[in-house]
Each structure stands twice: as C-alpha cells, then as structure tokens.
C-alpha cells in the first residue's frame, strides 16, 4: 500500500463531490469548505451516528439545540471575551501575520526572510464579531458562538424543569461555531466555520472522577463502533502547562491524521464553573434541589467534546487506500463502515437492453426505503465497481439475465471484492445482517 497524503484526501474529495473549496469560482476563502452530494451524508451520517450513541443509547441524556446568537454577557461569563486570545506578530515588510507562539521573533520572517521586521506580540480575540438591531453602537455588539457548551449551561435549569431529568443526567447538542483562526491548516481539521458535538453531563461533586472515568471508555469505544483503526487512536493527557485554568482534569482523543498525531475529542471534567459563573453574572439561581434528600449544589459537569468536521477528515483518513491487485492494477478504496458511507447499496445493471435496465431501476427504487442507493448503468461493470469503491460504497448489486429467470441478485463486496448470488427478497434483511456485523477487511484493521 502507498501512504495516505493529505494531498490524495484533498483532490479525491473535489474529484468525487465530498468537499470543495468555499466560493471557488472568486478564488476561495481561507478556511472556509463546503460539503458537496457525497460529503453532506458522510458528516451527515457521522452526526447521527454520535446522536444515536449519545441520546437513544442513554436513558439519562436528552437533546438540545441552542441558538448560535446569544446574549453578549454569556461570553464575559464564560471568560471568553477577555482570555479567548492568541498572541500576534505582524512583518512589518510582507505584511504577513503569525502567532507570537509559533515563531521565533529573533530569527527571519519565515516569508520574507528579513530580519528584525516584527511587531510587539498583541493579543487578538478569536470570536467573530457582529451587531443586531438597526443601530450600530456599543450596546448592539454580539458575537458569534465559538463553542456551543455554553448555550447548554445556559438551558440547564430549564431542562431541569421540563424534562423531569434527575442527576446524573447529560444534554447532548450538535452545531455549528465559529472562530477567527489567523493561521488554518491541513483542509478541513481547523476552519473558521465548524460543527461541533458536544455532551455535557451533570453530576453531583465527590461522584465526578468515577463519571469522569466512564465517560473516556465510553468515547474511545465509540469510534471503536465506527470502525476507526484502533491503532491509530491514543490518549493523550493534559499536562499543567495545557489544562485549563478551571478544569480538574482532562483527556485528548488523538488520531493519527496523515500530518501526524492530532485532537480529534476532549473529556474535561470543568468541575462547577460555568454553572457558578453564570449564576453569578445573570444573578439567576442554577442549584440543583435533590427532590430526596433536599440537597442543594451546583453540578459538577464531565464534558465529551467532539468535531464533526474533525471527524469526516478522520474518516476519510482511515478510510482511504491504493490497493495493488493480483493482476498489479491500483484500485483505490474508502473503506467506510457501512453505517457512516454516503451511499450503502448501488444498482448496477449488466446492461440496458432486453428489460434488465428496467428491472434494476424497479429494484434500486425499492431498496431506497431501507438505505442510501445509487444506480449506475454507464459503461463497463468493472468500472462501475471502481468508481464504488472509490466513494466508499460497501455493497454493489448487480441484476443480470439470471436475475430475470431467478429473481437473485450478485452481490458484492467492497472491501474484499467478494460476490455471491443472492434472493431479492432477502436482500434488505441480507444487506442489514452484514452492516451489523462488518468487520474491516484490508488495510490496517
């Protein structure tokens, strides 16, 4: 196998519709993306995907969707108007700008090559700022969110009291945010416009260690279940120098991105902090009453914070592969679990004529019901099975002349190119069996 580049994820995305630059055709925005046909049900699938896990598989975790303009004192609250920086340094001779933390100011501008051309480091915030109403002043400046934690918080006592939760209990919410990143790198693992999915999870304090300790098995078996490469998965701790000021403890989930070993989710235990704080600044009361024994605290909350768009990047990672055959072809593969691919089932007929055409488009209609379908009849089988297995499509049937007399099927699979005949009337029940039980064939699994 040839090595996974972030060169070969870049151009497969534009090639085949998963991602494309954002206003290409005015020469783009820095880090800015947009999802094409395949790529909106890749994140797509991959947000279900972490919903079902998070809300359906827990029977203490509600949802939630809070909206991305909140009130301005939110973010004083949360600290992210005054702390929320980055230190910057401008070359006063190309005008280029970088982080005063990741260049030395004694050495030559790494663009120019002058010397002695930056300027006093500075801090700069990184929310996106804008205003609301029709008056443009002080009083009508608002940001965009750039984490969604804190709408969260905010809804706490609400859910409290609508939802009937009790302790420990988590809210889970997926949305975008939105950061004036100076310096985006490596296509859509840091942008300025991102999903994020989030869970907070509310505990009483003493309890928050063992749940802290929960909650890290529970996210590195997630992507376990989403058949990410085990060995391309770590733990990585924050140390002193890393840990936020509030913060008791705290994890990253890293994956091994083709650029390196990068944050792919963070398990924080954020203590009682946000509560306090906005208890503080709106003066509204966010105690918790235990309706058995009259106690009353402010929750300790364990936070799982993941990106969505981080995660696509990491599937396609793990995913994509240049397979050399018996016959020395390279076919390349994107060996998505079925449950995240952006189509599961393609149609193909062997060919147009004598009805078979017919038939096969009578047959995908049917299976739209149960999955993401594709039918295909342009050009040789051989290259419609390529270009399947290029986008990542794990299952491909395809209806023949036998299929006219029998009413079976050729069923094949992507990952080991295996074909086997198949009823049609078991193919939706045969299609889920294998699904739920995939197993990884090929590449480093």
């Known amino acids: ?128 700022s804008t205003h609301i109403g029709a008056v443009k002043d002080e009083s009508s400046l608002i940001y965009l969110r750039p984490e969604t934690a804190q709408g969260i918080y905010l809804d706490f006592k609400q859910v409290v009291q609508s939802s009937r939760v009790k302790i420990p209990f988590g809210i889970a919410q997926v949305g975008k945010a939105f950061r004036n990143e100076i310096t985006t790198r490596f296509f859509i693992f840091r942008s300025t416009e991102f999903e994020q999915m989030e869970m907070q999870f509310f505990v009483k304090p003493g309890t928050d260690d063992e749940w802290f300790k929960y909650w890290k098995g529970e996210r590195m078996n997630f992507y376990k279940k989403m058949g990410i490469s085990p060995d391309k998965l770590r733990w990585h701790k924050h140390g002193p120098d890393e840990l936020a000021f509030y913060a008791k403890e705290a994890y990253d989930i890293q994956y091994l991105f083709p650029m390196g070993w990068q944050e792919l989710e963070g398990v924080h235990n954020r203590t009682d902090y946000d509560l306090n704080q906005h208890q503080k600044f709106s003066g509204k009361d966010l105690n918790y009453l235990d309706q058995e024994t009259q106690e009353r605290y402010i929750p300790y909350v364990v936070e799982t ?30 060996r998505f679990h079925p449950l995240i691919a952006p189509i599961t089932v393609a ?99």
């Open 1 to 128: 196998m040839s090595e996974t580049t972030l060169d070969k994820i870049v151009s497969l995305c534009k090639r085949r519709g998963f991602i494309f630059q954002s206003s290409e055709i005015y020469g783009g925005l820095a880090g800015s993306w947009d999802y094409g046909p395949l790529g909106v049900e890749l994140k797509n699938n991959i947000r279900d995907f972490w919903w079902k896990e998070m809300t359906q598989l827990h029977d203490n975790i509600v949802g939630l969707d809070a909206a991305i303009l909140m009130h301005p004192r939110v973010w004083e609250a949360s600290g992210h108007v005054e702390n929320f920086t980055d230190p910057l340094v401008d070359c006063t001779s190309c005008k280029s700008r970088f982080r005063a933390d990741q260049i030395d100011l004694e050495e030559a501008c790494p663009v120019c090559g002058k010397r002695g051309t930056f300027t006093d480091p500075r801090n700069f915030n990184l929310m996106f």
């Open 305 to 334: 914070s993941a990106g969505l768009t981080r995660n696509v990047l990491m599937a396609l990672s793990d995913a994509y592969e240049e397979e050399t055959l018996e016959d020395g072809e390279v076919r390349t593969v994107m």
């Open 347 to 445: 149609v193909l007929p062997l060919v147009k004529k004598d009805g078979i055409g017919e038939a096969a488009a009578k047959l995908e209609k049917s299976l739209r019901e149960h999955f993401a379908t594709f039918h295909d009849q342009s050009g040789a089988i051989g290259r419609r099975y390529r270009r399947m297995d290029e986008i990542g499509t794990p299952y491909c049937v395809t209806y023949d002349y036998q299929s006219l007399d029998d009413n079976t099927v050729t069923l094949r699979y992507r990952d080991s190119m295996r074909q086997e005949r198949v009823k049609i009337d078991e193919l939706v029940n045969k299609i889920n069996y294998e699904s739920k039980n995939y197993k990884r064939i090929g590449g480093e699994v």
